[in-house]
């Protein structure tokens, strides 16, 4: 470009920005996105001099949780996390639990889903993250009377993976935040926002994610809003949790 243009470019005042055509060259020559030099993502170099796209797609995924989202958990060491899973927290998750919910991906490894769960608890642990995590009152409910995909599943496991959780979400907080919101009034996607970092939405075999600041800040407000309209806040889930199991362990079932 001609002096003139870079010395308006460069004016402290200035809030003119350059043609496409400029900011395409500075960024292949400098080996950065796009959307880092308009400040729309924190994402700067890149490794293959490859532009980063705003939404990739990641398929190839038969389970919500596989080391994809380990990997990305680690990156984002110091963000918040904000989750909303497919039917359970994976790190409060019994191994029974895991063994019985991913026994029919046949291109998911056991072993490999148990470690996967095992880390992620590992991690919290060490406080790498705050995790704030929302699930519907529902889902919750459906589990312990064996619902849904739950269906089959034995008393015992089911009794065994509440206390489970009781422990946990009082060993783990306030590190880690549970939040249950009505399912009548509110709906979620599977998604994980890793800080500033990305948001990934599971839509089923696949997951989309979501690297540009905008879709980020969207995806965090909605998850903001599932807290905002929680009608269980993190310190009475564990009250929910052993009315639950003393239900179970009293009659059995759940009215």
């Not at 459906?142 to 993976?161: C, I, N, Y």
């Not at 500033?196 to 939405?201: D, F, G, M, N």
């Not at 564990?238 to 079932?253: F, H, P, S, V």
């Amino acid at each position: 470009m001609d002096r003139s243009t870079l010395s308006q470019l460069l004016a402290p005042d200035n809030d003119r920005l350059p043609r496409v055509e400029t900011l395409a060259s500075i960024a292949t020559a400098e080996q950065v996105s796009i959307d880092w030099l308009v400040g729309l993502t924190h994402e700067g170099p890149l490794g293959a001099g490859i532009l980063r796209q705003s939404v990739q797609v990641e398929p190839d995924a038969p389970s919500p949780a596989d080391e994809r989202l380990a990997r990305w958990q680690a990156e984002a060491a110091g963000y918040k996390i904000r989750y909303v899973p497919t039917t359970l927290p994976d790190l409060l998750k019994t191994d029974r639990i895991i063994a019985y919910e991913y026994r029919q991906f046949a291109t998911v490894d056991p072993d490999q889903s148990l470690e996967q769960s095992h880390a992620k608890l590992e991690l919290q642990r060490r406080s790498e993250s705050e995790i704030e995590v929302c699930n519907s009152v529902q889902a919750v409910e459906g589990f312990a009377r064996g619902e849904g995909v739950w269906r089959g599943l034995e008393l015992e496991a089911r009794k065994e993976q509440l206390a489970r959780m009781i422990a946990l979400a009082d060993e783990l907080y306030p590190a880690f935040r549970w939040f249950l919101y009505d399912s009548r009034n509110r709906y979620s996607a599977p998604l994980t926002v890793f800080g500033a970092k990305r948001a990934v939405v599971y839509v089923g075999q696949m997951y989309f994610v979501f690297n540009s600041l905008e879709h980020i800040r969207h995806l965090t407000k909605h998850f903001d809003d599932l807290i905002r309209a929680a009608i269980v806040q993190p310190p009475a889930v564990i009250g929910l949790l052993e009315r639950l199991l003393q239900e179970l362990n009293d009659t059995g079932r759940i009215p």
